[in-house]
């Protein structure tokens, strides 16, 4: 059952009112580890210090700070005792110590690192040498390696030894020589089938999907998804496994990278998601919303141009005509961009996509420039070939909206920058004055031809 937050929120805000610390605790320590963080992540600063309060000797604290935004949990280490933060961050992983010492200001990391033993304090120093959001960064080096010559028996009895000394993902057994070379793989549901005599070298499958640790995390998500796999071997730049990526890794990142991109589109960053300061949410939307207001300039400059050569009646349908232009380069740009990062479409095939987002526009800018033509036909009877202008202008910026909406994210992935940049602000500042300008020009041209200006 879904977890009712809103309603937990409420509760705590009324037993804080009322000064009912005791029964705050209670709540808090009825809550999964999960839910607390979730909490933590959506009260304000004064309130965090009460659950802090509740969580300090809590068993699962590792599992809260694994799992709490960067604010809170600077929050909250900055709050834990010394003692508090031995017991809890060794249980954490080499990753997500990296990740929490990486989300960290200088003088709370030295706490970390200092609450940390010997070999956790090298195994995320490991990890920090790799590029943010890469293979490296994301891995865990919990896995379970097999020599090629070991029985299906030798193997069970392995992997019952490992399990009692560390957390390890036994979805995939890696076969590999005495160099971590990896030979092959075998699934764990294919391992159970065998006879115990069976020799791993002759069961294995010897096609390994893998990837280097400087690979960005988003093409580890594609390469999890596209080949159905439960964890994917991570190895270095000499072909050695070093970790493996689990999918229920995959599916944060792929949360992550479905909110980043969604936020981009908008023209902002994931991080406005978060409460943070009004300055903060400023200078994230201020770059892209300069190049949205400049474009408004060129558009009210169009405006003042054409605004004497042009009787003021026509000067109604702009909103329509910029309106549908801009919500087809915003289709086009998403299915594009999607297209691009699920790797449905290849760039051989991306002439074909636009040839076919072009005969969509057609279609699309016919039937409603058919309609709007009618329209303004009825409604400027004074004006001869009024509807014929508007009608036209209609199907040639629906048309120019979807090509430009498509060109852009490819152009911007070819120079390897992310194609979601190409859409939001600055696809509907472009298709605003392409559009306007076609229509202008069109209205302008069918006017001249009947000498009515």
């Known amino acids: 059952m879904r977890t009712n937050y809103n309603t937990i929120l409420e509760k705590i805000h009324e037993l804080i009112q009322h000064g009912k610390y ?22 304000q600063k004064e309130q965090r210090v009460l659950i802090f309060k509740s969580i300090e000797e809590h068993t699962n604290l590792s599992k809260i700070i694994r799992e709490i935004d960067k604010l809170a949990l600077s929050e909250l280490i900055e709050f834990l005792s010394d003692s508090s933060l031995e017991k809890a961050l060794p249980s954490l992983d080499s990753s997500e110590i990296a990740h929490v010492v990486d989300s960290l200001p200088q003088v709370l990391k030295e706490r970390v690192w200092a609450a940390l033993g010997k070999t956790h304090q090298i195994e995320a120093q490991a990890k920090l040498q790799y590029p943010e959001d890469s293979a490296g960064r994301i891995m865990s080096t919990a896995f379970f390696l097999a020599k090629p010559e070991d029985t299906v028996l030798d193997t069970f009895l392995q992997l019952k030894e490992s399990s009692e000394n560390q957390e390890t993902s036994y979805n995939y057994i890696y076969i590999a020589d005495s160099n971590n070379y990896v030979l092959g793989v075998v699934s764990l549901h294919d391992l159970i089938r065998q006879p115990n005599h069976a020799i791993m070298k002759d069961i294995m499958r010897t096609e390994v999907i893998h990837t280097n640790v400087n690979t960005d995390r988003e093409q580890v998500a594609y390469l999890v998804e596209r080949y159905n796999l439960t964890a994917l071997p991570i190895v270095n730049d000499s072909l050695q496994i070093v970790g493996i990526v689990p999918v229920d890794d995959v599916i944060d990142i792929l949360r992550s990278e479905a909110t980043e991109d969604i936020m981009k589109l908008a023209g902002t960053s994931n991080e406005d998601i978060s409460l943070r300061s009004p300055f903060h949410s400023f200078f994230l939307r201020i ?19 054409f605004s004497s050569h042009i009787p003021v009646e026509m000067f109604a349908f702009v909103t329509i005509i910029i309106g549908m232009g801009g919500n087809i380069a915003s289709q086009s740009s998403v299915i594009v961009i999607r297209g691009i990062a699920t790797g449905k479409f290849l760039i051989s095939q ?26 303004t036909h009825f409604n400027l009877t004074h004006i001869a070939q009024a509807g014929v202008a508007v009608g036209l202008a209609m199907l040639c910026s629906t048309v120019l909206a979807a090509i430009v909406g498509s060109l852009m994210p490819i152009l911007f992935y070819k120079i390897h920058v992310d194609p979601a940049i190409a859409t939001g602000p600055f696809v509907s500042t472009t298709i605003d004055n392409i559009g306007l300008i076609t229509y202008f020009s069109i209205t302008l041209l069918f006017l001249h031809s009947s000498l009515l200006i």
């Open 287 to 305: 770059p892209w919303l300069v190049v949205s207001f400049c474009g408004g300039l060129l558009t009210i400059q169009s405006n003042l141009f």
């Open 350 to 375: 991306l002439s074909k996509l636009l040839l076919r987002e072009a005969c969509t526009a057609v279609l699309i800018g016919s039937f409603f420039g058919t309609i709007l033509g009618i329209f």
């Open 22 to 43: 005791t029964e705050i605790h209670v709540l808090i320590d009825s809550l999964l580890p999960e839910d607390i963080a979730f909490l933590l992540n959506h009260i």
